[in-house]
């Protein structure tokens, strides 16, 4: 039998809640290596490599969107519905065109933290919680 590509874009199949958990929790030790993964000492502030990477005019820009896009992406696949794919890529887009503009840009990426908060709309949208090691903290619904 013949797969054609249209069919497995719009078929996907159904996920369990171990392998959502799996796949959340994944996704999250990506963001929060994205976002928040040193500490500045003495502090509780945190910054990941897309604040590191993003200070490369342009090229830093375009090259930390390939992760943040694939974290939408991955949302996608497990059939997160389409109303919360836009409010990822919103966050993403605030991002990334504030990342346009010289050091504000590289502020923005540190504080606002778009990764993290695509996580947490999948946290919430399948009612769990993973904590940065990315153990599960909550029951799926």
Known sequence: MAHTASSSFTDRPSLDATEIRRRVARLRRLATLLDA????????????????????????????????????????????????????????????????????????DTVYKADLRNIALLEQHFGITVDGTARETSPPR
Do not use: C, K
Request: hydrophobic fraction near 60%.
């Open 37 to 108: 993964a040193f500490v500045i000492p003495g502090t509780r502030f945190r910054w990941g490599l897309d604040t590191l990477i993003g200070l490369l005019p342009v090229a830093g820009t375009l090259v930390m969107a390939l992760p943040s896009l694939y974290i939408i992406w991955e949302a996608h696949r497990m059939n997160v519905p389409g109303r919360i794919l836009l409010r990822m890529i919103g966050n993403m887009a605030v991002e990334l065109l504030a990342d346009f503009i010289p050091v504000l840009g590289d502020m923005v």
